[in-house]
Each structure stands twice: as C-alpha cells, then as structure tokens.
C-alpha cells in the first residue's frame, strides 16, 4: 500500500530516497518500491521514518493529519 505521507514528509525535508535507504539498511530501488506501494512497509522501517522526522507512526500510515505522536 502507497502512503503519500511518507514521500511528502521525505520531499519536505529535502531527504533523498537514497538517503532513507541507507537510513533503512536498504538499497534505494528497494526503497522505491517501499514507497511507490510494491512492497510493504515494515514496522521496523516505519518506526525509524518516524523518529527520524519526529512525526508518529500513525500520520505516516494516513491514519491522521496531526503530525505529533500522541
């Protein structure tokens, strides 16, 4: 499933699909497929995404607007 909060929130901070691969011990075309939906997040992935943008899980998932972890 594509989650567009993930790209969004990596494009906003001007973060390179090839540095959250790195950050995510992935090569960048895994990361790709991550993000265009062909492959399913992980919870271990989504949780780094998460801390490394302060933002929770949830709103990375579409399952909130409210960026802040509750």
């Known amino acids: 499933m594509k989650y567009k909060n993930i790209r969004s ?3 906003d901070n ?7 691969a790195e950050l995510l011990n992935v090569s ?7 993000e265009t939906g062909k ?3 992980t919870a ?3 949780i780094k ?3 490394c943008f302060d933002v929770g899980v949830d709103y990375l998932l ?7 972890m509750n």
Request: proline fraction near 0%; hydrophobic fraction near 25%; charge should be negative.
């Open 28 to 34: 960048q075309n895994t990361y790709s497929q991550y």
């Open 62 to 68: 579409d399952r909130t607007k409210n960026k802040q």
């Open 39 to 41: 492959i399913e997040w």
């Open 9 to 11: 929130i990596r494009e």
């Open 44 to 46: 271990s992935a989504l």
């Open 14 to 20: 001007d973060v390179t699909q090839q540095q959250m």
């Open 49 to 51: 995404i998460a801390d």
